[in-house]
């Protein structure tokens, strides 16, 4: 195995590992965001 390849491989560990992260983010964002409204509804409702 030449270094350029493990190199290679290194970074697309790294590249997926972003992407995982970045996802795992827009899904909380996206989950807090539908909360929120979720709650804003029911508030809205309650008065």
Request: glycine letters at 8%; charged letters at 15%; proline letters at 0%.
């Amino acid at each position: 195995m030449t270094s350029s390849n493990k190199y290679s491989g290194l970074t697309e560990e790294q590249l997926l590992a972003k992407q995982r992260a970045g996802a795992r983010i827009t899904a909380t964002i996206v989950g807090v965001i539908a909360l929120a409204i979720f709650i804003f509804t029911l508030y809205m409702q309650g008065r």
